[in-house]
């Protein structure tokens, strides 16, 4: 069974740096092919890619936020760490890791509501 | 702006069937066979009901479908449900962009 989860800090002030961590099982980071995104969703709002880190350390950013964006992973912990600078309250969003294989989210974590507020 | 283009509602009584379409271009949807769909009730984590534009993975009722013509990919389903509202999206594999495309989903009211 795959399960991954988000952590991290709910409320952000303006300017912050977000450190979220999306720990995982039932997979490994160290298989060819595997991957593991960040994906966010605004309230009310469509879903976004982020970010994305392959079993190789290859890593992928959406190009409107990849100067603020940072992810890496950690293959001994079964965890990937997404960093996210100079957050605005237009950032404030749920945040969701995944299991991601041939172009496809297999599972999901839960999500994490982080809000950007002073 | 989303990259693929969904409705953004729909709607069907019990027992019809509903269409939602996913319209891309042909660096996305109408190139390559990556679509997937995606459902998410209120509140909670998007899950996979449709993966390589028309494959379903363990678990998912045989009610949803999927298909895909020229640059428009489709998710149909059939004998609709109370449970089946949600939110949908699809998602893709595309050649312009380092990451997949998501459309802007749509809300399925089962009336």
């Known amino acids: 069974q795959i399960t991954l989860k988000e952590s991290g800090p709910t409320l952000v002030k303006p300017t912050q740096t977000l450190t979220l961590t999306c720990t995982f099982s039932?997979?490994?980071?160290?298989?060819?092919?595997?991957?593991v995104g960040w994906i966010r969703q605004p309230p009310g709002k469509a879903l976004e890619w982020l970010a994305l880190i392959y079993w190789n350390d290859d890593k992928r950013y959406s190009p409107s936020l990849k100067s603020r964006l940072t992810i890496t992973k950690d293959t001994s912990k079964n965890q990937v760490v997404l960093t996210m600078t100079n957050m605005d309250p237009v950032d404030t969003a749920t945040y969701y890791c995944a299991h991601f294989e041939s172009s496809i989210l297999w599972d999901w974590g839960q999500g994490t509501l982080v809000t950007v507020s002073s | 702006q989303s990259a693929l283009t969904q409705p953004a509602s729909v709607s069907g009584s019990p027992g019809q069937s509903i269409t939602i379409s996913c319209t891309g271009t042909s660096s996305d949807v109408g190139g390559y066979n990556y679509v997937s769909w995606y459902q998410q009730h209120p509140g909670k984590a998007p899950k996979l009901m449709i993966y390589?534009?028309?494959n379903r993975p363990s678990g998912v009722s045989n009610r949803f479908s999927g298909s895909k013509s020229g640059n428009t990919a489709s998710l149909t389903i059939s004998g609709l449900q109370a449970e089946d509202e949600a939110d949908y999206y699809c998602?893709?594999?595309?050649?312009?962009?380092?990451?997949?495309?998501f459309g802007g989903g749509t809300k399925l009211t089962v009336l």
């Open positions: 390589d534009v028309s």
């Open positions: 998602s893709s594999y595309t050649s312009s962009s380092t990451l997949e495309v």
């Open positions: 039932g997979f490994s980071l160290s298989t060819s092919g595997v991957g």
